[in-house]
């Protein structure tokens, strides 16, 4: 069972449930696991006899659930979807899982407004792993955010360590291959993916599109293009500035993270920095689908080049600014700066090989593994009651 499966199910009584997320993070074995549990039936649009089914709406109404996969790639889906759920929804339950396409067009507000709760289900991270990828308790946090550096998040090559990195660049292949000829005509495929191999130079650090349009050899407007189309494929997202209750001082470039958070090519403090940015991503993610809480995760970064990771915003409130370190426990001063300016509800400075917890000037000093891997316990789950 992945982290969302209780919340989704329940949602399924209540409207059609669509559920987006990176290529191969699971969206089908979680919809197979729900529908082979409740009875439902399961169809899936690459499949030709099941493409009948669908067209000709030819399957059991009496069945609890149909799950219909890669509908998106149905030139009438939401059309369909509407007619299907405005005739049948109050009597079965709707499953709808798909790529990015689906969750684009879910952004535009069409028919299907009202009818529809959506989720994302993202790859493994360190709380995950640790309660749903560890029947047998082996690893410990360390090992299992050991395993996440090296290995990623996406739940086969979590599984399968040894064969990650073969995974990873045939995840990256198709995605550029299928999944971007799907969503936009891109003039150089070839282009895309040396694109990728840049950004996985760059993680952690601030985007530059004149340096990336020259090493593309393209125009800066089509290099910011691509980044965004490898944002909406959810090979990666960006990170932006945080900037309330801050001078225009603030610089403004974004940062760019993998949702694979082993993808880094530079160095294991940017492996690491990625999966806390998947982590926190992740965790902002799963409180607006399941109880409609936004958040935003940003960076800090000023013209006198202070900066500080990441600022975590929940409704509308700075709840953490978070340094992550791989040794150093001394105290990052940017993180006091910041403190001083935002006032957060928690300073944190994470340290991957710190001795233990303490507090310098109002920051916690806090062990990652441990921090990261109880990010869905006590309050952290649930937003404090707005003052």
């Not at 149909?66 to 939401?78: R, S």
């Not at 993916?193 to 130079?201: A, K, M, P, Q, T």
């Not at 689908?289 to 970064?301: A, E, I, M, Q």
């Not at 500080?308 to 150093?328: C, H, N, P, Q, Y």
Request: with cysteine.
């Amino acid at each position: 069972m992945r982290y969302i499966s209780e919340n989704l199910q329940k949602d399924l009584t209540k409207k059609m449930v669509i559920l987006s997320g990176p290529r191969q993070s699971g969206k089908t074995t979680l919809a197979r696991h729900i529908a082979s549990g409740t009875g439902g039936l399961y169809f899936n649009w690459d499949v030709r006899s099941d493409q009948k089914t669908i067209r000709d709406i030819a399957w059991d109404k009496s069945a609890p659930l149909v799950v219909f996969d890669e509908l998106h790639k149905y030139p009438k889906w939401k059309n369909f979807l509407k007619g299907v759920y405005d005739a049948h929804g109050g009597k079965q339950s709707i499953l709808v899982t798909g790529s990015a396409r689906l969750d684009t067009f879910r952004k535009s507000g069409d028919a299907l407004t009202g009818r529809f709760y959506h989720y994302r289900l993202h790859p493994v991270d360190l709380p995950e792993a640790l309660r749903h990828f560890n029947d047998d308790r082996t690893l410990g946090e360390d090992e299992c955010l050991s395993r996440l550096l090296t290995a990623g998040g996406f739940p086969e090559s979590f599984l399968n360590p040894d064969d990650a990195e073969r995974l990873r660049n045939n995840r990256f292949d198709v995605v550029v291959q299928e999944d971007l000829l799907d969503l936009s005509r891109v003039s150089s495929l070839r282009g895309v993916s040396l694109l990728i191999e840049l950004l996985r130079e760059r993680v952690g650090s601030t985007l530059n599109y004149e340096n990336l349009a020259k090493d593309l050899s393209v125009s800066p407007p089509t290099a910011r293009a691509w980044v965004e189309l490898l944002e909406r494929l959810y090979v990666i997202f960006l990170v932006y500035p945080y900037t309330k209750n801050l001078s225009r001082s603030v610089r403004k470039e974004s940062k760019a993270y993998f949702y694979d958070c082993a993808s880094a090519y530079n160095g294991e403090g940017a492996r690491l920095e990625n999966c806390v940015a998947a982590a926190l991503l992740k965790y902002l993610h799963y409180l607006e689908d399941t109880s409609g809480v936004k958040g935003r995760l940003c960076c800090f970064r000023d013209r006198e080049k202070r900066e500080v990771d990441f600022v975590v915003e929940v409704d509308r409130r700075v709840r953490w600014i978070i340094e992550v370190k791989t040794d150093d426990e001394a105290l990052h001063k940017n993180l006091l700066y910041l403190k001083e300016r935002i006032s957060p509800g928690e300073s944190l400075q994470l340290v991957k090989n710190a001795a233990g917890v303490r507090e310098v000037e109002g920051v916690r000093i806090v062990p990652l593994a441990g921090w990261l891997g109880g990010l869905y316990d006590g309050n952290k789950r649930t937003p404090p009651p707005r003052k």
